[in-house]
């Protein structure tokens, strides 16, 4: 014989303990409505505030991504001579590293701007770039 063939009708249709908790619950919410809507609508608003800053996050180093593209196609544009790619290189990497992006990409873009210096033997600049490169707070150990 079962458990249930030798209880009461009244033990069967007793709610279990879960059920009790789930009502108390339900009867609880019921009666501060305001509360839990006021919660409800701060977590909806902490999720997409934090999905939409992630979001922005992302462009930006996408957009900083292509930004650095362009500035550094300057230097392997086939089409001009070799001193004007490097002297355009130059710049564009330059004014990429100097625009405030404030990311490794723009100390990336000193580095190899620094390196474009020392191929056109202006090693005294390239020594410069590189030191700026070095005390970038950017600048990661490897660096």
Do not use: C
Not at 24 to 47: C, G, L, M, P
Not at 68 to 79: D, E, L
Not at 108 to 131: P, T
Request: proline fraction near 1%; glycine fraction near 4%; aromatic fraction near 8%.
């Amino acid at each position: 014989m079962s458990d249930a063939e030798n209880m009461s009708r009244k033990e069967l249709l007793q709610q279990n303990r879960l059920e009790k908790n789930l009502y108390a619950f339900a009867d609880h919410a019921y009666r501060n409505k305001r509360i839990y809507i006021s919660a409800a609508v701060s977590v909806v608003v902490i999720i997409l505030g934090t999905w939409g800053g992630w979001k922005y996050l992302q462009s930006e180093s996408v957009n900083q991504a292509n930004l650095f593209h362009i500035a550094r196609s300057k230097i392997s544009n086939t089409a001009l001579s070799n001193e004007e790619r490097l002297n355009q290189g130059i710049a564009a990497l330059q004014e990429f590293a100097r625009s405030g992006s404030g990311s490794t990409l723009s100390v990336i873009a000193l580095m190899e701007s620094g390196e474009a210096l020392a191929r056109q033997s202006q090693i005294d600049q390239s020594i410069s770039v590189f030191k700026d490169v070095i005390n970038n707070p950017d600048a990661t150990v490897f660096f």
